[in-house]
């Protein structure tokens, strides 16, 4: 069974920093593509960032220049770093992961529980 736990949500001003962390446990044959969605009220669940297993990345382009996604593949930990927070990034962020769990089997997605990020204006 794996399991995903974020943390590092919180409030924020806008112009400030928040650095969202995603580890996965259990049981983990191969870590593919990681990465962080989000959804505000009201709307639907949009892409915020990935990195593939090779490191590459790519960003939404409401937070292109602003936002960092890495990871750590011996935490198994991908971390989301915001800088210049916006109002408009006020959202609950999620993890998702496409784990293999054994050589036998077939990958599946996993999602976090979401951590809310807030920013005031």
């Known amino acids: 069974q794996v399991q995903l736990v974020e943390s590092g949500g919180g409030l924020v001003q806008a112009g400030g920093s928040l650095r969202l962390s995603c580890a996965a446990s259990?049981?983990?044959?191969?870590?593919?593509?990681m990465g962080w969605y989000r959804q505000a009220p009201g709307n639907q669940r949009e892409l915020v960032a990935f990195?593939?297993?090779?490191?590459?990345?790519n960003y939404a382009d409401s937070v292109r220049g602003r936002f960092t996604i890495s990871k750590d593949n011996a935490k198994n930990t991908v971390y989301l770093q915001m800088n210049s927070l916006k109002p408009e990034d006020t959202a609950v962020y999620y993890c998702?992961?496409?784990?293999?769990?054994?050589?036998?089997?077939?990958?599946?997605?996993?999602w976090g529980q979401g951590t809310q990020v807030t920013v005031s204006s």
């Open positions: 990195i593939t297993s090779g490191g590459s990345t």
């Open positions: 998702h992961a496409q784990i293999t769990p054994n050589r036998l089997a077939n990958f599946n997605f996993y």
């Open positions: 259990g049981s983990i044959f191969s870590l593919n593509t």
